[in-house]
Nanobody, 115 residues
């Protein structure tokens, strides 16, 4: 089993920044892609950004140029730097990790963008 613990969510004004972190623990040998999805109230969960081990990141069109995903393999941690936040970025953000065909999810962290 892989456990994922997110941190860094909160309330921020439009145009502000937040940094999310997600640390993986447990059976992390063979961990492949890690990333972030989000789900806003009344909407389906959507991909925000993912990055494979040693691979290039991919982003949703809605966050390109504003969000940056990075990964520290030594710490089994993935980060999401979110800049120029908009009210439509308000959602619960979930960390995701893939290992040998299985998907694992964190408990989610709330990001609220509001003045």
């Amino acid at each position: 089993q892989v456990q994922l613990v997110e941190s860094g969510g909160g309330l921020v004004q439009p145009g502000g920044s937040l940094r999310l972190s997600c640390a993986a623990s447990g059976s992390i040998f063979g961990l492949n892609a890690m990333g972030w999805d989000r789900q806003a109230p009344g909407k389906q969960r959507e991909l925000v950004a993912h990055i494979a081990t040693g691979g290039s990141p991919n982003y949703a069109d809605s966050v390109k140029g504003r969000f940056t995903i990075s990964r520290d393999n030594a710490k089994s941690t993935v980060y999401l730097q979110m800049n120029s936040l908009k009210p439509e970025d308000t959602a619960v953000y979930y960390c995701n990790a893939q290992k040998w065909g299985a998907n694992y999810w964190g408990q989610g962290t709330q990001v609220t963008v509001s003045s």
